[in-house]
């Protein structure tokens, strides 16, 4: 675990940053710069939402494949060639059955809101439907770029860019959009470019430090056998990303892009929960691939173990810091996006339950067993898919609770989040015997429950600011020292020590 802890600190790092920019962009410039557009927001998170998931497809489970083989492969200079070239392929197919289906789908796609605005940023989105496949493009080579820099054992350089200079940027834009510097459309331009310098920085930084010879055979590596698992890569992965997005999707298809706009606030609030499991799974993927490699479980097992009770642990203090500060913090909000606390909720819960059960799905994929992932991620799939229309619609059988719209959305994505990781922790613990939970997950429970029940009972002043600052110093003030004390994590506490001992501590 010490290629981890080193990376996860940088990491740790370069994801709170993006957390902070995150917030910045989601919470406070995003709901400003769109205040009299809301659907435009919501038109931009869409086309971010179709890339995303057109460009699963354009690459064909190639990141995943190559971080597997990676250790596998003797000629990196074949795989890595390959792991391009796949893309490319992939990324014309795709383009070409737009051409065919390309009235189907957009009428496919076109909101049921009969709303005047609604339907004059549908039309905004089919003038610029074509920047959906040049972000695909510049997704797909981004993700490749990202696996090989992990694969080498540096993962920071991809997570620097996607947390650090694509959030920052992305700011600087957002106030060129809100004091109207720039239109819709060179918004839309300028952060879709964003992603092209991402890629020739990453690339310089790759094969500047990696020697790297294009080659047109591929005679030393099992084309059939690396083939053969992207496929499953590819629908399990599609199967997820469209889970990830499915919930925008179908507001912005059902109720419209207004709607989403005011979403997707509320959501990120929730979902920064998620922050430590990505920093620690995008370290622990390549690990875990040659634990499996040498199939030393005593090492999968461990850091399933250390995975979980460090992601619970950041992750609840995460948590307590927004579900204690939500009322205040969502009054700062322009009076349109403040109406998303049961989506906040729903989606913090979720992932708090989802990083406590730490990689179970890294495992299942670099396994033998990772044709399960595929079938999970298809009951997933159609789980949230039948869950979202249930719950979004006005007929939403939960709606005299408030659970309809947004709120059914959020309810529908926490449902199936909670399901699919019950389900894997089942089945690694039926297949491997292994489950990532010990004695300090209870104590690490008991603490987020202790630190909420006395921070609740303490009343604070009317003033928002002065409160949120307050309530917030109070959290920190009381949940690192009795998690220090405690020992609840070896790792949390040794990593806590240096960062002391290195920044605060005199000489």
């Known amino acids: 675990m010490g290629i981890v802890k080193n990376q996860s600190i940088k990491n740790s790092i370069y994801f709170y940053i993006g957390l902070l920019f ?83 789908f957009l009428e496919f796609i076109k909101p049921d809101t009969l709303e005047l605005d609604e339907l004059q940023s549908f039309t905004l989105l089919k003038l610029n439907f074509h ?46 959009h809100w004091f109207d510097y720039i239109d819709f459309s060179t918004f839309l331009n300028l952060y879709i470019s964003l992603y092209l310098g991402m890629i020739v920085i990453l690339s310089i930084s790759i094969f500047r ?5 294009i080659t047109i055979k591929f005679d030393e590596i099992e084309s059939r056998k690396l083939l053969l698992f992207g496929l499953y890569v590819l629908v399990g992965g599609a199967s997820a990303m469209l889970v990830s997005k499915l919930d925008m999707i179908m507001i912005g298809k059902l109720i419209g892009y207004k709607e989403v706009a005011f979403y997707t606030v509320a959501f990120f609030i929730g979902n920064v929960i ?28 461990d850091i399933y173990i250390k995975s979980s009770i460090n992601q619970l642990l950041l992750g609840g ?3 307590l810091g927004v579900w204690l500060n939500i009322d205040d913090g969502l009054s700062l909000l322009p009076e349109k996006f403040q109406g998303g606390t049961l989506v906040v909720l729903f989606i913090a819960l979720s992932q708090l339950f989802n990083v406590t059960t730490g990689v179970n799905g890294i495992i299942i994929i670099n396994s033998k067993f990772y044709k399960f992932d595929l079938y999970f991620n ?22 005299e609770y408030d659970i309809v719209g947004i709120n059914g959305a ?98």
Request: one cysteine or more.
């Open 22 to 104: 995150g917030a910045l962009s989601t919470i406070i410039l995003y709901p400003n710069a769109f205040n009299s557009h809301p659907e435009h927001l919501g038109l931009l998170q869409i086309i971010v939402a179709y890339s995303t998931i057109i460009s699963v497809f354009s690459f064909l489970g190639t990141p995943k494949t190559l971080i597997r083989f990676f250790p596998k492969v003797e000629n990196k200079h074949q795989l890595i060639t390959l792991a391009f070239l796949i893309p490319i392929i992939g990324f014309l197919l795709v383009l070409f059955l737009y051409f065919l289906f390309k009235d189907s």
């Open 274 to 301: 998620r922050v430590p499991g990505r920093a620690i799974g995008s370290i622990a993927a390549p690990l875990l691939a040659k634990a499996w490699e040498t199939n030393n479980k005593n090492e999968i097992k």
């Open 378 to 399: 298809l009951i997933l799939l159609c789980l949230t898919l039948y869950t979202n229309w249930i719950f979004i619609r006005e007929s939403s059988p939960l709606s």
């Open 410 to 507: 959020a309810f529908a994505t926490a449902l199936s989040v909670i399901i699919f990781n019950t389900t894997k922790l089942i089945f690694l613990y039926i297949k491997m015997g292994i489950q990532p939970f010990t004695f300090s997950t209870i104590k690490a429970i008991v603490l987020i429950i202790v630190v909420y029940l006395l921070i609740n009972n303490i009343h604070f002043p009317n003033d928002v600011f002065y409160s949120l600052i307050l309530r917030s110093t109070m959290l920190f003030a009381l949940y690192i020292p009795l998690m220090i004390l405690f020992n609840i994590s070896e790792d949390l506490n040794k990593t806590l020590s240096v960062v002391w001992n290195k920044y605060f501590k005199k000489n």
């Open 317 to 319: 203090l995460i948590f």
């Open 131 to 176: 920047l959906v496949f040049i972000l695909v493009a510049f997704l797909s080579f981004f993700e490749v770029l990202s696996s090989l820099s992990r694969s080498l054992l540096n993962a920071t350089i991809p997570i620097f860019l996607k947390e650090v200079f694509l959030k920052g940027m992305n700011i600087s834009l957002l106030f060129l």
């Open 209 to 213: 430090k990696f020697s790297y010879k």
